[in-house]
């Protein structure tokens, strides 16, 4: 055994001891240990130091240093390249390393890096399924279609969508598939595909509507969907059909207003804004590969951290903006309330990501806008800021005042 040979095995059993250390060893002590033993014995070891890196980049000394942050999970990604393909958690060790360096590239703004990252988690997930390591023919799509979205890319995002959604029906009230319908409903209308969307939105509702009657739903979730459906309709042209789901949706609020929800529910305020921003997307830039935006439709939490950062660091000049648009008597009314609402769907966006208490903060902004409204005396205007008000008041738990409004948009809308 020559001197090298023998400073090998010296570290290996220096690795092995430091593991068996009474109490758990640290983190930065586990991916040293795990960095030689993986050089031994690759088939137990490189799992084990794939998931390490993952962790120690979520360490509390680099929680503040996003390019130490991505060395350490960029490390991870490389390592978890090297599993054994035979090792049955491959797929979910590798994915999750990915994850991790994708998210600290789109910190950093390095969306090129960043997207092909994103590219390699779907194909790893697409062989992990062909091959019986995960059961979801979707498993490890998820960021691509966000990451699609916010380019604008908008029908290569409703495909990713749409595999996962197939891979889940059918849709049962068991299921959670709120979230992949509604994210797939999204880039479906933004690609124009406005029927399947619609279609594919109504029979979200559906099986809302047999959760609600097993109760595993709140009556709040399904109104917030009725509603959203019936701009939809209304949108399509179909205004007979509108109409019906508004009134589903004003008794569900008469019964909210008499008795409340027939549960207690945890925080549910997700469900409202991410629709309500959905809603607002209209009046948002198309977002380009050079010039990315939210991917409405999801919750703000998924969008990536660039973009996430530019759409909150953008509430404060739109704030400006809208207020000297007050200040100039030239200003049309129509114009004001257009960008007054894009002010208060950004708000809601922003206080839901910040607590859960809403009302004190926002309710000064729907009134507002139900008053600029007002003065300019459309009634289609007017019911719909009405029902913006409507939604906010049931996510705040406000149901008397709730149903007074929607009832009151209603008769505006034409029932």
């Known amino acids: 055994m020559n001197h090298s040979e023998k400073v090998d095995q010296d570290a290996v059993l220096r690795a092995r001891t430091m593991l068996l ?61 090297r599993v054994d393909e035979e090792d049955p958690r491959r797929t979910e060790v590798l994915v999750r390393a990915l994850d991790a360096c994708q998210h600290g590239l789109y910190t950093l703004g390095r969306r090129a890096e960043g997207y092909a990252v994103c590219e390699e988690m779907a194909a790893a997930g ?9 059961k979801s023919p979707g498993y490890g799509h998820g960021r691509l279609a966000v990451v699609l979205a916010e380019e604008g890319r908008y029908g290569e995002a409703a495909e990713v969508c749409g ?21 797939w409903v999204a880039a479906l209308e933004a690609a124009g595909r406005r029927e399947t969307a619609l ?9 809302t509507r047999a959760k609600v009657a097993a109760d595993s739903s709140a009556l ?3 109104v917030w969907q009725l509603v959203h459906l019936a701009r939809m309709l209304t949108t399509a042209g179909r205004q007979e059909e509108a ?12 019964e909210l207003d008499l008795t409340g929800e027939r549960k207690s529910w945890s925080n549910i305020l997700s469900w409202w804004v991410t629709l309500f921003a959905l809603s607002g997307r209209p009046a948002e830039p198309v977002p380009t590969a050079q010039a990315p935006g939210p991917g409405f439709g999801v919750p703000c939490l998924e969008w990536s951290p660039d973009v996430r950062e530019a759409y909150f660091e953008g509430l404060g000049p739109l704030e400006e903006h809208v207020a000297a648009l007050r200040e100039d008597p030239s200003t049309p009314l129509p114009d004001l309330i257009v960008q007054h609402r894009r002010l208060v769907v950004r708000t809601a966006v922003y206080r839901e990501r910040r607590h859960h208490r809403i009302l004190k903060p926002l ?53």
């Open 21 to 81: 250390e009474s109490g758990r060893p640290s983190l930065a002590r586990q991916v040293e240990a795990y960095r030689v033993l993986s050089a031994v014995s690759p088939l137990t070891y490189v799992p084990k130091l794939a998931d390490a890196l993952v962790s120690y980049g979520y360490e509390p000394e680099v929680r503040d240093l996003p390019e130490a942050r991505l060395a350490r999970h960029a490390e991870a990604a490389a390592v978890a390249r």
């Open 163 to 183: 595999k996962s959604v197939e891979a889940e029906r059918p849709l049962t009230p068991g299921g959670d598939s709120f979230w992949s319908v509604v994210e």
């Open 363 to 415: 309710r000064p902004l729907f009134d507002d806008r139900v008053a600029l409204a007002r003065r300019l005396a459309r009634p289609g205007v007017l019911g719909e800021a009405l029902t913006d008000r409507a939604m906010f008041l049931v996510a705040a738990k406000q149901y008397g005042e709730a149903y007074d409004d929607f009832r009151e948009a209603g008769e505006l809308l034409g029932r």
């Open 243 to 254: 109409v019906v789901v508004r009134q589903e949706a004003l008794g569900l609020l008469a």
């Open 199 to 207: 279609d594919a939105f109504a029979e979200l509702v559906d099986v």
């Open 220 to 222: 709040a979730i399904q």
């Open 126 to 134: 697409h062989w992990g399924f062909e091959h019986g390591q995960v």
